[in-house]
């Protein structure tokens, strides 16, 4: 949740920011601009209970580094961050961009870019460090649609191989790495989830080590040198699904696991492959977050089943219908092809009581499309819709079962 419950503060200087941001108090920080403290560098050590969003398409971090220290619940979305320009970039943050330690856990990153200089012309592999890097007692933390690029050292997950730590769950997920040559991610400690990411212009990509145990799932890597691999010395082991690997040298893939994933996300997963190289590009980085029905930039108000925007900030409890009073996750139904673009299928499996309602929301939460089932398998057709995230939702009286659909250009 973030700062959510706390005020809403607009800042558009690294004083301001560091200043809201290092508070004890719950803050959602809307950004603004270039916010900069100068080639010598600055550090925002953020705090508990705070979102940092970026309005627009162009906030920039400019020599700023990010350190969440023994913190919770913390989202960060929809800005820039980069350390070219600083004096001494490893003065400043330990030269990462984004750095979490201590025993940091409930943090999600989403929608952001980071990046540094084309490592083909700034060959100094060592003058910047990480994006990303995670380490000590930390956990459950999402890194989505992020766009990285123009960097040697992507990120690392544990410091070192000793640096293992049994509650270590992190996702990385549709994420775009362009040019970011090593650490795609390094992987250390734990389960880890690295799915629906594309990865091109690298050179050793994905890196397990220290008998982690990661999935590794319908990601998309170009041309490269190692894709994902393990070290002699400190190995560690992967479940492979469905990755794309145009080519790459011959070197054994890490020993097979299965990894105990904590969730479920078919509504999230991109299911072809193939479309990751699509998709994510499309949809990665700054500027692609929408407003939710409140107005609200990448805000959590949504319709409900009264039809009224509710939650988010809009101070409105949900109204739920009684006719839709059980939300059942077992229930199978396929939607298809997702991604998409001219045609949507919907299939509810003879094996459950036919669903009464079929409805098809938009981005703000406006209804698209309504339909009363009639049969079990129907076809949409979608070529006077936008591009963009749809919500199907398929209910009857006991169930109500909604996944989000990619409307592709």
């Not at 920011?17 to 959602?28: D, H, I, N, W």
């Not at 409105?316 to 839709?324: D, H, K, L, S």
Request: hydrophobic residues 30%.
């Amino acid at each position: 949740t973030g700062g959510y419950g706390g005020d809403t503060v607009r800042v558009d200087s690294y004083n301001r920011l560091k200043t809201y941001a290092e508070s004890a108090r719950p803050y959602v920080i809307e950004m603004q601009g270039t916010l900069t403290n100068g080639p010598g560098g600055g550090q925002i050590n953020i705090r508990s209970n705070k979102t940092l969003i970026g309005l627009g398409d162009s906030t920039l971090l400019q020599g700023v580094g990010l350190a969440i220290n023994n913190s919770r619940n913390i989202i960060l979305r929809n800005f820039k961050i980069t350390m070219v320009g600083l004096t001494t970039p490893k003065n400043t943050n330990d030269g990462d961009c984004i750095s979490i330690y201590g025993s940091s856990k409930n943090i999600w990153i989403d929608h952001c870019e980071l990046f540094s200089e084309d490592p083909d012309i700034q060959t100094d592999i060592d003058k910047y460090d990480g994006l990303i890097d995670i380490k000590q007692n930390t956990g459950f933390i999402t890194i989505s649609w992020c766009y990285l690029h123009d960097h040697h050292k992507g990120g690392l997950v544990g410091a070192s191989d000793s640096d293992i730590y049994g509650d270590r769950k992190i996702t990385f997920h549709h994420n775009y790495y362009n040019k970011v040559r090593l650490r795609v991610p390094m992987y250390r400690g734990a389960t880890g989830h690295f799915f629906n990411n594309y990865i091109v212009g690298a050179k050793d990509a994905t890196e397990i080590r220290a008998n982690t145990c990661v999935r590794v799932e319908k990601n998309y890597y170009e041309a490269l040198h190692y894709s994902i691999y393990t070290p002699s010395d400190a190995p560690g082991k992967t479940e492979r699904i469905d990755n794309i690997e145009v080519s790459h040298a011959s070197r054994p893939y890490p020993a097979n696991c299965v990894a105990d994933i904590p969730y479920t996300y078919n509504d999230v997963l991109t299911e072809e492959t193939r479309l990751v190289k699509r998709v994510v590009p499309q949809y990665a980085g700054v500027g692609k977050l929408s407003n939710d029905c409140n107005g609200v930039l990448g805000g959590d108000a949504f319709m409900d089943d009264c039809g009224q925007c509710a939650g988010g900030d809009t101070g409105v409890e949900p109204c739920q219908n009684v006719a839709v009073n059980k939300v059942e996750q077992t229930v199978k139904w396929k939607l298809y092809p997702n991604p998409g673009r001219e045609v949507l299928q919907v299939e509810v499996p003879e094996a459950q009581p036919q669903m009464a309602d079929l409805q098809v929301f938009d981005a703000s939460g406006r209804q698209v499309w309504h339909e009363q089932l009639t049969q079990q398998s129907t076809s949409i057709a979608l070529q006077s819709w936008k591009a963009g995230v749809y919500i199907v939702q398929v209910s009857d009286a006991n169930h109500c079962n909604i996944r989000r659909f990619v409307k592709l250009p």
